[in-house]
């Protein structure tokens, strides 16, 4: 039996506020939480019967036994995915890291959590270590960004900073790109692996000074005709046409 | 005012039930009711004042002006936008439609209404005029659906069939690519335009019986270390990359 307490707290960690207090979070189901477990520290795992318990896992984790209703009381999803896991964040800051080489992504304000996670799953696909976002960016944290990473934050570094500033004060030889509406066309521009990518916000785009900080601006072109007329993209799948563009020119030919 | 029997109705359209009953659906917001105004029949607007009214909506469309707390008790959203229109659907079949000498896609069971959504957006952007959905991929005027095609909606062909025999009966000029986690490159393989991609469903992929009536398996290749491990792209980000390295091919360069 879990306490009343117990999940109480557990649940609390879907505030921002109570992640931050506790340097928890929860991430729940089999592939997310096994992979997680790879690289983060595990404070709590309730599982039952049917989850899939990896054989890497800690001898001292603190792990419960817990029926499908037990686990539907603490889950945050409409339908638990037999294991929910308490983890320890990752403090992690951009001066731990060197951009030099590689491609990153940076998120000026990204909002929505899905997008943040389904970015971390991409980078993860397409080899970007680092995901650097403002700190308008929706937290890496929130329950339904580590569902939509499905286990990817274990592989990419997410990190916190002010933007612009970091942008103004990077090693000159990395390359800036702005995703914006109205730059180069990506499929004809020679593209550089030493380089930061950076997605702008759902509504918004690319705040005017983190643009005033990049080097080029870069553009997904479109079919234009009289019928079509989407306006933009998501910024998860902007993102992954943008690295896989990226990855295309440099490594898949 | 609207009467508490109509917003009642309306609201019951968030069940597929109730929308094939009627053949009616519900579409929120400037963008997506602005957009599929232009070419769907429209049946009841309920609206505050900030809504942006296009001038070429029709004269006769029943059009109700409500308070923000009024749209609240009719709105599907949290926050609701605005404006609320109930539209008729069309009733389009893949008999109609003649696939030869462009680029469709088709769904193999894709089950998440934002996964649909996010698609139609997506064929938008690469002019994709059709996109066949098998009897078991989600409802196109799912309120999820509409809302993530941002209006998309009013460019994009959605019809349902019976997938494998639609792709066994079609014109065998058209070639059929199934989108696998082992075909063929996409970056290095010479797509032709006259073509069918094949999408699966967000766990299980195309089913067996879709698969051997397509011709080709696809592949979105990713970088392979020991660091980096996601296992799958989200269906909406790998339809976007296909769709976009058939365009780079065909048109972009």
Same mark, same amino acid.
Not at 170 to 179: E, L, N, R, V
Not at 242 to 253: H, T, Y
């Given at each position: 039996?879990?306490?009343?307490?117990?999940?109480?707290?557990?649940?609390?960690?879907?505030?921002?506020?109570?992640?931050?207090?506790?340097?928890?979070?929860?991430?729940?189901?089999?592939?997310?939480?096994?992979?997680?477990?790879?690289?983060?520290?595990?404070?709590? $795992?309730?599982? %039952?019967?049917?989850?899939?318990?990896?054989?890497?896992?800690? *001898? &001292?984790?603190?792990?419960?036994?817990?029926? !499908?209703?037990?686990?539907?009381?603490?889950?945050?999803?409409?339908?638990?995915?037999?294991?929910?896991?308490?983890?320890?964040?990752?403090?992690?800051?951009?001066?731990?890291?060197?951009?030099?080489?590689?491609?990153?992504?940076?998120?000026?304000?990204?909002?929505?959590?899905?997008?943040?996670?389904?970015?971390?799953?991409?980078?993860?696909?397409?080899?970007?270590?680092?995901?650097?976002?403002?700190?308008?960016?929706?937290?890496?944290?929130?329950?339904?960004?580590?569902?939509?990473?499905?286990?990817?934050?274990?592989?990419?570094?997410?990190?916190?900073?002010?933007?612009?500033?970091?942008?103004?004060? $990077?090693?000159? %030889?990395?390359?800036?790109?702005?995703?914006?509406?109205?730059? *180069? &066309?990506?499929?004809?521009?020679?593209?550089? !692996?030493?380089?930061?990518?950076?997605?702008?916000?759902?509504?918004?785009?690319?705040?005017?000074?983190?643009?005033?900080?990049?080097?080029?601006?870069?553009?997904?072109?479109?079919?234009?005709?009289?019928?079509?007329?989407?306006?933009?993209?998501?910024?998860?799948?902007?993102?992954?046409?943008?690295?896989?563009?990226?990855?295309?020119?440099?490594?898949?030919?």
């Amino acid at each position: 039996m879990i306490s009343k307490n117990k999940i109480k707290a557990i649940r609390m960690l879907s505030l921002k506020k109570h992640r931050y207090e506790s340097s928890l979070f929860i991430a729940e189901g089999h592939k997310t939480v096994n992979e997680l477990l790879r690289c983060f520290e595990c404070d709590f $795992i309730a599982a %039952t019967e049917k989850w899939d318990r990896p054989d890497y896992i800690s *001898e &001292n984790t603190d792990i419960q036994c817990v029926t !499908e209703n037990e686990l539907k009381q603490i889950s945050l999803l409409e339908s638990p995915q037999d294991v929910l896991a308490v983890f320890k964040m990752k403090k992690l800051s951009v001066s731990d890291i060197d951009f030099r080489g590689k491609l990153t992504i940076a998120l000026d304000g990204v909002q929505d959590a899905g997008n943040l996670g389904t970015i971390i799953r991409i980078a993860d696909w397409f080899a970007v270590e680092n995901v650097v976002c403002s700190q308008g960016t929706v937290d890496v944290y929130n329950p339904k960004t580590v569902q939509a990473s499905m286990g990817s934050l274990a592989h990419v570094n997410v990190v916190y900073t002010d933007l612009p500033v970091f942008l103004k004060g $990077i090693d000159s %030889t990395i390359h800036k790109y702005a995703t914006t509406l109205d730059g *180069e &066309n990506i499929y004809t521009t020679k593209l550089n !692996e030493n380089a930061i990518i950076v997605m702008g916000n759902e509504g918004n785009g690319i705040s005017p000074e983190v643009k005033a900080v990049c080097d080029k601006s870069l553009l997904i072109p479109k079919i234009l005709n009289d019928r079509f007329s989407a306006e933009s993209l998501n910024v998860g799948v902007a993102t992954a046409l943008i690295s896989a563009e990226f990855r295309r020119q440099l490594n898949f030919r």
